[in-house]
């Protein structure tokens, strides 16, 4: 998580320094959700992300090198930086692309569990175990493509977990106003599958969700829907000046970084103390 905030800081002094173009959008609040769902998974696991996703790629494996290297359009970067920030890709690392469009990767992700789920029961690979992860935003969840994965996936079984980072607003609307039945993880029943909401800002609450999640996946036992209730600390991307959001509700989630509620929780439970703490900050 250190890493993700680190290198999404320094994004944002090269995107003001015009250092780095186009549109840039930032994970700063939502590490928790990235570190407790990757860093469970095996290298052959996929995941498919949509725009906010330079976190998820370093928190699967990804050299920050390789990822800084994209966005910056060299030829060294993970997509030969021809994809930049929106379209970060790493065939090494089961990365399967992020999509700019929302909506866009759900389909993908499915796609890859079927694959999974056929070399293992029609090909007889008894090794394929494969679980695929698909992360999208509250926004997404309105948008049809969901819906038809959520079935299919069921219907199937298929060994993917559909995560929802709900940082409450898609660009400048509001969850509250755009969304007919605002608790997302009450859809997973009634496609059949569990549907489960977690705080978003702790990562160890976020990890034991998944654990569960990832779990039933790889045992064959089906697709689950998780709905992690997170926050963004920037704008939607780095051109937007953030006007929309009440300071009162940015100033709340400001107060529960998960960064720091970890720091917290680890010198408190003699876990770490503040000179290891500073170590893995100067890494």
């Not at 690392?93 to 999974?116: D, K, Q």
């Not at 989630?253 to 503040?274: F, G, Q, V």
Request: net charge positive; glycine share 10%.
């Amino acid at each position: 998580m250190v890493l993700g905030r680190a290198f999404e800081d320094k994004c944002a002094k090269m995107y003001y320094d015009r250092k780095m173009l186009g549109f840039v959008h930032l994970y700063n609040g939502q590490e928790a959700v990235s570190t407790g769902f990757i860093r469970l998974l095996k290298q052959q696991d996929s995941i498919v992300c949509t725009y906010r996703d330079h976190v998820q790629a370093l928190s699967k494996g990804v050299s920050a090198r390789a990822v800084m290297s994209e966005l910056l359009g060299k030829a060294t970067g993970c997509s030969r930086g021809q994809g930049g920030s929106m379209h970060i890709f790493s065939r090494k690392h089961n990365m399967l692309g992020r999509f700019a469009f929302i909506g866009e990767g759900i389909p993908i992700a499915t796609g890859a569990a079927f694959t999974s789920k056929y070399k293992r029961e029609v090909l007889k690979e008894a090794d394929c175990g494969h679980v695929s992860l698909a992360f999208f935003g509250d926004g997404t969840c309105n948008n049809g493509q969901f819906y038809e994965c959520l079935n299919m996936a069921a219907l199937w079984k298929l060994p993917i977990v559909f995560v929802v980072e709900n940082n409450l607003w898609a660009i400048g609307m509001s969850h509250l106003r755009a969304t007919s039945v605002p608790q997302i993880y009450k859809k997973g029943p009634a496609f059949g599958m569990p549907g489960v909401h977690v705080d978003g800002m702790d990562v160890l609450k976020v990890r034991e969700v998944a654990k569960e999640a990832i779990g039933r996946a790889r045992r064959g036992e089906g697709p689950t829907l998780v709905e992690c209730e997170t926050y963004r600390f920037r704008g939607h991307s780095l051109a937007d000046p953030d006007k929309l959001r009440d300071p009162a509700e940015k100033a709340h989630y400001a107060a529960r970084d998960p960064i720091t509620a970890l720091k917290k929780y680890l010198i408190e439970n003699s876990l770490a103390n503040e000179a290891d703490l500073k170590a893995i900050d100067k890494r």
